[in-house]
């Protein structure tokens, strides 16, 4: 999927068509004001105050087909430079934007706006030179945005749209909407039925079987992937006590967006985080260089106060389960220890056919500790990629408050984009809890820390690969592997049920769908489920001891022994394919 943003040309046409809706939208609601409409990555928006009325999906088309005509209209965006003074009376009717002018920069005496035909509005630009050029649009949706982002004040309503060159990117664009809605994990979630959420507890997921058995394979994956490479698993407790998120620094920095309760010893926090937890396991003993370095994984449950108007399915929730492990390592082998995670990462994205970017976050406003170490320790990433043989974009000022990072940005089937993993440098945690190590010469040392998701929360990671797979998961993944199903249940069931019990044996996950129904529903429901093998049980099957299967989505089906199709399916799933 396009970021257009990203892209120079489409951001100006993108920002222009925003301002082409809103002349529309005046032209319809003479009384309408507008705050601002900046360009996102999905296009851009704008919000509005329409004076008492509401703008409904139904309404949109009646915008475009005004944005239509003003732009046959073929008007050229003229752009003026005015005083502070002169923009304060040319909307001196308008709060939005005197509240815009009185917050500009003392030391913008010139104020720049943008006019096309009838309409005005403040910008610094640019735009493209005439609204003719602006042809190819959608407006996608209306919703509601607070003044300011603030609850405290007006909701002002929000038109977002998307801008393209031509007719024939936009129809792209809008075919990968339909198929994204098709595949989002929320429909798909209550299709398979993998997972519910309750009124009882906003942005806490219920699994149920099918997504608990989901939930399990990928945990019991990464749990072997990760023994394999030598991480140590541990677990730490869920709550801890304030002192030691003061200590960690996230009291201060975090404690806004952390659940926190009183009891007897104190005030206590449900961690946000892990890491705390982990350098207790490490202060637990004393180590010397040769253990290092230190691998703890750990699948920590961590709760984060999010907005209830954030909440988003399995993608935006309070409570989560990171994937996470944190590296205890002298400074010199931090460069050899990010290689051997970035190839630990290549190995488990590929198994799930994901693409990915790596950015590196730098230094934010709100760090801790010292600039000099700051610089290094960037460094030692930005050479630490470009040994292992990856390219990687600067994200200035986006790294955590201990540390900078490496963000890992998943591309999906529909070429969507997913901060996904992360690998954070950490030499200041270690020396706040007294953390060291004897080194060779008999000195103690502070270790340096690396904290590293490779899923960033099994939730997440669940919503994601749910809507890149469309739900269709490889064999391996899938909550229910197999289903057999009885042409006529009455006659064929016996060894239907007998075939399901020797497969269940060998560790497939398998049902029998014995119902009274017609053969054609049941082997429909097998399809909206998406059971991978759908083991289809009539006379000649019975008969002859034989297993007849499909696979889903297709309605070729392949008749063999039983000894030979497990051996088949066992070869699958071990592939992981």
């Known amino acids: 999927m396009v970021n257009i943003k990203e892209n120079e040309q489409l951001s100006i046409l993108n920002h222009?068509?925003?301002?082409?809706?809103?002349?529309?939208?005046?032209?319809?609601?003479?009384?309408?004001?507008?705050?601002v409409g900046p360009v996102i990555s999905e296009g851009f928006y704008y919000d509005m105050d329409i004076d008492g009325a509401t703008i409904t999906e139904e309404d949109l088309g009646k915008i475009e087909k005004e944005m239509k005509k003003i732009s046959k209209d073929g008007k050229r965006i003229v752009r003026h430079e005015i005083s502070k003074q002169e923009a304060l009376e040319m909307f001196k009717d308008d709060?939005?934007?005197?509240?815009l002018i009185n917050n500009m920069d003392e030391s913008d005496t010139v104020i720049s706006c943008y006019s096309q035909g009838d309409f005005t509005d403040l910008c610094?630009?640019?735009?493209v030179e005439s609204v003719k050029q602006i042809k190819f649009f959608k407006l996608l949706k209306v919703s509601g945005a607070y003044f300011k982002g603030d609850s405290k004040n007006k909701m002002l309503q929000r038109i977002y749209g998307i801008c393209f060159e031509t007719q024939q990117d936009l129809d792209d664009y809008l075919n990968m909407i339909e198929e994204a809605k098709k595949r989002d994990h929320r429909k798909l979630g209550r299709e398979m039925e993998l997972f519910m959420l309750s009124d009882y507890g906003p942005g806490l997921p219920f699994w149920l079987p099918n997504g608990y058995t989901l939930r399990r394979t990928l945990e019991d994956f990464w749990l072997d992937i990760h023994r394999k490479n030598n991480y140590l698993p541990i677990n730490t407790p869920i709550m801890l006590n304030r002192q030691l998120w003061e200590t960690s620094g996230h009291w201060d920095h975090y404690k806004d967006d952390m659940f926190t309760i009183d009891v007897e010893e104190g005030t206590y926090a449900?961690?946000?985080?892990?890491?705390?937890?982990?350098?207790?396991?490490?202060?637990?003993?004393?180590?010397?260089?040769?253990?290092?370095?230190?691998r703890y994984a750990e699948l920590g449950n961590v709760h984060r106060y999010e907005a209830s108007g954030a909440l988003n399915g399995l993608f935006r929730v309070r409570g989560f389960t990171q994937d996470d492990a944190h590296i205890m390592l002298a400074e010199s082998q931090i460069g050899e220890e990010i290689g051997r995670i970035l190839k630990l990462y290549d190995q488990i994205y590929s198994i799930f056919g994901l693409d990915y970017s790596i950015e590196l976050s730098t230094r934010p406003d709100n760090y801790i500790g010292e600039i000099e170490v700051w610089n290094q320790a960037e460094k030692d990433l930005e050479n630490a990629c470009l040994a292992s043989g990856h390219s990687f974009k600067i994200n200035p000022g986006d790294g955590a408050f201990y540390g900078p990072k490496l963000d890992?940005?998943?591309?999906?089937?529909?070429s969507r984009v997913w901060q996904c993993g992360t690998v954070q440098l950490d030499m200041q945690l270690p020396s706040r809890f007294n953390c060291v190590y004897i080194a060779e010469d008999g000195s103690k040392k502070t270790p340096v820390m690396i904290h590293r998701a490779c899923f960033g929360s099994l939730e997440r990671f669940i919503g994601i690969i749910l809507e890149n797979y469309g739900g269709n998961f490889p064999l391996w993944l899938a909550p229910v592997q197999f289903v057999t199903i009885p042409v006529n249940p009455n006659v064929h069931n016996d060894y239907a049920q007998q075939l399901t019990d020797k497969l269940a044996a060998v560790g497939f996950r398998i049902q029998n769908d014995n119902?009274?129904?017609?053969?054609?529903?049941?082997l429909r429901e097998a399809q909206i489920k998406k059971v991978p093998v759908q083991i289809i049980v009539g006379d000649n099957e019975v008969?002859?001891?034989?297993?007849?299967?499909?696979?889903?989505?297709?309605?070729?089906?392949?008749?063999v022994s039983v000894d030979k199709f497990i051996e088949m399916m066992q070869n699958e799933i071990a592939q992981k394919k």
């Open 16 to 35: 222009s068509c925003a301002h082409l809706l809103a002349q529309a939208v005046k032209h319809l609601y003479p009384n309408a004001k507008f705050w």
């Open 95 to 99: 709060p939005y934007k005197l509240d």
């Open 124 to 127: 610094r630009g640019p735009h």
């Open 270 to 294: 449900i961690k946000p985080m892990n890491c705390p937890g982990a350098i207790l396991v490490y202060n637990n003993s004393l180590h010397s260089y040769k253990e290092l370095p230190l």
């Open 408 to 414: 890992f940005k998943l591309t999906d089937s529909l």
């Open 515 to 522: 119902r009274n129904e017609k053969l054609g529903y049941r």
């Open 543 to 559: 008969n002859n001891s034989l297993v007849t299967f499909r696979r889903h989505g297709s309605k070729d089906s392949e008749t």
